[in-house]
């Protein structure tokens, strides 16, 4: 899959892909990432990329041209998205990241300062997102979370195809609680089912954790999860 960055900080952006998941993906070619320095295509001797608002205000706005610019420079596949991160965009979640998962192409611009002109949106975008409800310097942290969270779902990107399917927020639940050597530690001890080798059982009770968990801490979330009649039985006798 094809991701293209537009930033005014490119150096943001490199470090985060040479490390982890991302980096042995990029060096199996499984991803191609392309970031692009939106203030290369700014014209005149000092290449400025941002000017003062219009109808006055505080800080400064990202010009169209240099943006534009830069996403005219970029071949573009069949099935391509461009996105704006943005405060103001659509919550980013993991029902959406299957969906962008789906396409050949992301095309991901670095909001900054105050925002950037709003032709560049009516004219450019295909969608904001937004990754919460809070204000950042700029659009690089969301960039790379989209990347992060979206990358993992392609075919062979993770060591198991089955890990993103088991992952928090699949299926609106939180995750069951994990473990691994030694079998105790600071006086607790594994629970007992998870070393019976008894895969029925294991996943049920991976199941009824989850539950819990998710009922405990995001209870929100279950208004929207798959639930078994099973389940609800069992969500029922622990709200009792």
């Not at 809070?134 to 198991?160: F, H, K, M, T």
């Not at 294991?202 to 798959?226: C, G, M, Q, V, Y």
Request: with cysteine; glycine share 8%; charged share 30%.
């Amino acid at each position: 899959m094809k991701f293209n960055i537009l930033t005014l900080f490119p150096g943001l952006i490199s470090p985060f892909l040479e490390e982890g998941v991302l980096g042995r993906s990029l060096k199996k070619g499984l991803l191609d990432v392309d970031i692009v320095d939106i203030r290369s295509f700014a014209r005149g001797k000092h290449k400025v990329a941002d000017d003062r608002p219009f109808g006055g205000g505080s800080g400064m706005v990202m010009k169209p041209g240099p943006v534009v610019r830069a996403l005219e420079s970029i071949t573009r596949k069949k099935r391509a998205s461009v996105i704006l991160l943005s405060p103001q965009g659509q919550k980013f979640e993991q029902r959406l990241a299957w969906k962008l998962a789906e396409l050949e192409q992301l095309i991901l611009i670095c909001g900054r300062y105050e925002g950037v002109d709003e032709r560049i949106i009516t004219h450019h975008v295909d969608m904001e997102l937004s990754i919460g409800d809070y204000v950042l310097s700029g659009g690089e942290l969301g960039a790379l979370i989209v990347l992060d969270s979206v990358a993992r779902l392609i075919p062979g990107v993770l060591g198991s195809d089955n890990s993103n399917r088991e992952d928090t927020f699949e299926f609106n639940l939180l995750k069951y609680p994990q473990y691994t050597r030694p079998r105790i530690f600071m006086g607790e001890e594994v629970p007992d089912v998870l070393l019976s080798g008894d895969h029925q059982k294991i996943e049920k009770w991976r199941k009824r954790e989850s539950l819990k968990r998710t009922l405990k801490k995001r209870p929100d979330l279950l208004e929207n999860a798959s639930l078994t009649d099973e389940d609800k039985d069992f969500i029922a006798k622990l709200k009792e």
